[in-house]
């Protein structure tokens, strides 16, 4: 296997107020991360809506300059219940050396409470 295997997890625990949550993973100036599987699961509060969950890397663009995409995961209800969900998706998203990968979850009604649990792995490449 070509490159450093690398996961990154993270819990996000909304109160009965907050509407989302983000974190931002800071890249290495000298490595790309190629992420290769996205993994969450989500449990709302009865009622509640969920928004996106939505990866932003850094890549170059066609034409010069960097590019800031981001990239959409749909949740899929887990069982009979509208409160829990997970996602499980392979995928193949790219970073540039010294940028940010960005994570972030969103709900569009509050309700009550919400957490959400993931996980990116993928690899670590030489620039």
Do not use: C
């Not at 290495?28 to 290769?36: A, L, Q, R, S």
């Not at 034409?63 to 409160?83: I, K, L, Q, V, Y």
């Amino acid at each position: 296997m070509e490159g450093t295997p690398l996961h990154e997890s993270e819990v996000f625990n909304l109160g009965p107020k907050d509407k989302s949550a983000a974190i931002e993973l800071q890249l290495p100036t000298d490595k790309w991360w190629v992420i290769e599987f996205v993994s969450a699961s989500i449990f709302l509060a009865a009622g509640d809506r969920f928004g996106p969950f939505e990866i932003w890397t850094a890549a170059p663009k066609l034409g010069g300059g960097t590019s800031r995409p981001h990239h959409f995961f749909m949740p899929e209800a887990m069982g009979n219940t509208d409160t829990r969900y997970s996602i499980s998706q392979p995928t193949r998203l790219y970073a540039m050396p010294g940028s940010q990968v960005r994570v972030s979850f969103s709900r569009d009604s509050i309700h009550g409470e919400a957490h959400l649990m993931w996980t990116l792995s993928g690899r670590l490449m030489d620039a």
